[in-house]
């Protein structure tokens, strides 16, 4: 999809200048005394140690050695971190999650949609190709296609959840995950809809965009056209079935406990509180260890859902409010409050 490529994460980027902040105890936290606290720990442990600035590093040492039982995981938290929330909720919440498809080596009569491999030429921020040119076969015929669906739609998507599993016509498994894009901005399709009005804001959603595309093909085709961006794939042979996909810290991202955020304003591999409200409100501890083209801003975080279609339906109709609260270094979470 949307999701960067493995770097080395640094934290700094709160203090770069001063953004409007609070600084709560953790029983402003609604709910958090019944969260998992060692499920959000092991999540935490993944990517801390690629957190590389130096109040985060004895932090990441000493969570290795905490008891895995719920008490200390939760002291642990407590004694190390204060809750900050940045910018003004409500949040918006999303989700997002791994489809599972069904596809070809080569080109047959069923299978004619390709998802294609990095282009050698591409260059990571220069304008490539446009989804519409590619779509149009700017690209095709040169070897670059790493396997071909059934259905447009599910190309499109699987560019936005950014990695996948496709179940080939031999049987074999293979993942796939965000190997770069073409340099155009990322363009709500749903927005889009509303703009033309065919729809209202609230009848957009994920399965909403399918059903429409799928039932009004030219149109459909030329309404995902107007979102100009385009990801390209590459195989991931080194995750065992029951790993999640890649995420942008390179590391294996957590169903229910990582989020995708904007690192302009929260540091990936921080731990976030999530008070999600709507239909299936959360109250958990998760962590950010992803991004996303069309995740932008302080109150903003899309929730990795797993992997498969259950998934895909739980995820594909959240758009919810709610608050996002920070869990930072002590020092840091005060550093903020006198920037201010």
Not at 61 to 83: N, T, Y
Not at 105 to 127: C, K, M, N, W
Request: contains cysteine; glycine residues 10%; aromatic residues 8%.
């Amino acid at each position: 999809m949307r999701r960067a490529l493995p770097l080395l994460v640094t934290a700094a980027v709160l203090m770069a200048a001063p953004l409007p902040a609070e600084v709560l105890d953790f029983e402003a936290l609604d709910g958090w005394r019944d969260d998992n606290h060692v499920e959000a720990l092991q999540s935490f442990l993944n990517t801390c140690d690629l957190i590389d600035a130096p109040d985060w590093q004895p932090i990441c040492a000493m969570a290795a050695d905490v008891p895995k039982d719920d008490a200390s995981a939760r002291s642990f938290f407590e004694l190390f971190f204060k809750p900050v929330v940045v910018g003004s909720p409500p949040a918006l919440f999303t989700g997002y999650f791994e489809p599972e498809l069904e596809g070809s080596p080569t080109r047959t009569g069923r299978f004619q949609y390709p998802i294609y491999r990095r282009p050698p030429e591409l260059q990571d921020g220069v304008a490539y190709h446009t989804r519409s040119a590619i779509e149009g076969g700017a690209i095709a015929g040169r070897g670059l296609e790493l396997a071909w669906l059934d259905d447009p739609v599910d190309v499109y998507f699987l560019q936005v959840q950014g990695s996948g599993r496709i179940r080939m016509t031999d049987g074999t498994v293979i993942r796939v995950g965000y190997a770069g894009k073409n340099g155009h901005s990322y363009r709500s399709v749903g927005q889009e809809m509303v703009r033309r009005g065919t729809h209202t804001m609230d009848q957009v959603s994920a399965p909403e965009i399918a059903n429409y595309v799928r039932s009004n093909p030219a149109s459909g085709r030329e309404l995902l056209d107007t979102n100009p961006s385009y990801v390209f794939f590459r195989k991931i042979g080194t995750l065992s079935p029951e790993d999640g996909p890649i995420g942008a810290m390179g590391r294996s991202i957590t169903t229910l406990r990582s989020i995708a955020i904007d690192p302009k304003f929260t540091p990936l591999g921080a731990p976030v509180w999530i008070e999600k409200d709507g239909r299936r409100p959360i109250r958990s501890l998760m962590v950010a260890q992803d991004t996303g083209g069309a995740i932008k801003g302080m109150q903003r975080a899309d929730i990795f859902y797993g992997t498969g279609a259950g998934a895909g339906d739980a995820a594909g109709t959240v758009k919810d409010g709610g608050r996002m609260v920070l869990l930072l270094p002590i020092d840091r979470a005060f550093a903020m409050l006198d920037d201010e």
